[in-house]
């Protein structure tokens, strides 16, 4: 099975400067991306596929080695994927006679993720295994950033990704092959209701209050 796992990142004031600047130009590329498809077939009738714009991401890294150019190409490419599961969304809700919503450009403080598809791919889960006391993530064009792993995670990483909340960094680990843990069983069956006076009133009538916390 397939879980994921969040762990709070310490960044240095120039490692999160660096991180949001990666943010900031895989949000330019998505939509610069967007803005392709949409000129495309406005004005020449042309669909834009994935695929099509993956290949041209050598170019643009290229041309601008400074900027595009020092980030993980695999995490660009996870950038136009996001994209293109939008468009999919977007013409899947269509056929379906739903509000179809189309993919908007997204602004500043609205693009808050990157991925990157692979551990080992422009990124590496642990990185410093030598540290006795801390756990490290590296990120290409960022470099060994301290992870507070307050826990141990099981399986195998396969996707890292990179998010912002408020002044915050984390970084979320896709684990696959992780075995499940079943509970053994009880032979007791409960009924729950959720309510209003109670939060959860039990069948053989136990009442659970609701939590006052404030």
Not at 24 to 49: C, F, P, W
Not at 79 to 84: E, G, I, N, Y
Not at 115 to 135: I, L, Y
Request: glycine share 10%.
């Amino acid at each position: 099975m397939r879980r994921s796992y969040t762990f709070l990142l310490r960044p240095t004031g120039k490692q999160a400067a660096t991180l949001a600047q990666c943010l900031e130009d895989h949000r330019v590329l998505y939509n610069a991306a967007l803005e392709h498809r949409r000129t495309a077939y406005r004005k020449a009738g042309v669909s834009i596929r994935y695929g099509d714009q993956s290949g041209e991401l050598k170019y643009i890294r290229a041309d601008d080695p400074a900027g595009q150019g020092r980030w993980s190409f695999s995490s660009q490419q996870a950038t136009l994927r996001r994209l293109d599961k939008a468009f999919a969304a977007f013409f899947r809700r269509v056929k379906a006679g739903q509000k179809p919503g189309f993919p908007r450009f997204k602004g500043r403080g609205w693009f808050d993720t990157v991925e990157w598809p692979k551990d080992g791919d422009g990124c590496r889960w642990d990185s410093q295994p030598e540290h006795p006391t801390a756990t490290f993530v590296r990120l290409q064009g960022v470099g060994h950033v301290r992870v507070h792993q307050h826990r141990s995670i099981r399986g195998r990483v396969k996707t890292i990704s990179i998010k912002r909340e408020g002044s915050r960094w984390y970084v979320v680990l896709s684990c696959d092959d992780v075995p499940a843990h079943t509970l053994p069983g009880t032979g007791v069956v409960v009924g729950l209701d959720m309510g209003v006076a109670s939060l959860v009133t039990t069948s053989d009538g136990k009442h659970l209050a609701n939590p006052r916390h404030l």
